[in-house]
């Protein structure tokens, strides 16, 4: 299945590209030089955008509505390791990614050349980079199927994710406004409104029984 750059929305139109014409998302991991490694995130830059509220897209900050994407088992495990974006950002992510556009139906076999094997600059920090993440997806995992997930700004919460020990979306006492299915990741509209319901069940019971997140 072949795959085109979709358009770029004019308020990401002043964001830096790859040479396909991919709008590079701000949390994406780059060298010294710039290049960006589309799929890999910089976490320093992901806590950054996790403290400060900001868009994992377009670096700005929330207005009245955030967007996260969101796998079965992010809903399961009740956290979210990436920032949110604005819908518009959301919106061309779902069709710029080939994941979340339905076109690649496996994860990477191998890390990318880029990742394995320093770029020669002793100034850059890829020296440091680990080849693969351990909380990342195993080699030739099939993909998985995506929603989105709306929240305004009240539930978009920050917490310590015990499982990797970093900061991410806490989704405990979320209450979405609505979650939608990527139906070309295989996700459907009954899975979406049965995970909705699993959130809202647990912010229920979050809220009686007086827990406090932060």
């Known amino acids: 299945m072949g795959f085109s750059p979709p358009p770029v929305p004019v308020a990401l139109a002043r964001l830096p590209r790859t040479r396909a014409g991919l709008v590079v998302p701000a949390i994406s991991l780059r060298h010294r030089d710039g290049t960006a490694i589309l799929g890999m995130t910089d976490h320093e830059r992901v806590h950054e955008a996790l403290t400060r509220g900001l868009c994992q897209t377009c670096w700005r900050p929330f207005d009245d509505r955030v967007v996260v994407l969101a796998r079965p088992r992010d809903f399961v495990h009740g956290w979210i390791s990436e920032p949110g974006m604005h819908p518009v950002c959301a919106h061309y992510s779902t069709r710029g990614c080939p994941m979340l556009a339905g076109v690649l139906t496996r994860h990477r076999a191998t890390p990318r050349a880029s990742v394995r094997e320093p770029c020669g600059d002793p100034e850059c920090h890829c020296v440091a980079w680990a080849p693969v993440d351990p909380h990342g997806p195993r080699a030739k ?4 199927s995506w929603y989105t997930i709306w929240l305004a700004p009240d539930s978009y919460r920050v917490g310590f994710d ?24 295989g996700a459907t509209r009954e899975q979406a409104d049965g995970y909705g319901a699993m959130l809202s069940t647990r912010a229920f019971l979050a809220d009686l029984c007086g827990e406090t997140k932060p």
Do not use: C, G, H, V
């Open 141 to 144: 995992a099939p993909a998985e």
């Open 162 to 185: 015990p499982t990797t020990e970093r900061l991410a979306l806490d989704l405990s006492r979320a209450r979405p406004l609505t979650i939608r299915p990527l139906p070309a990741t």
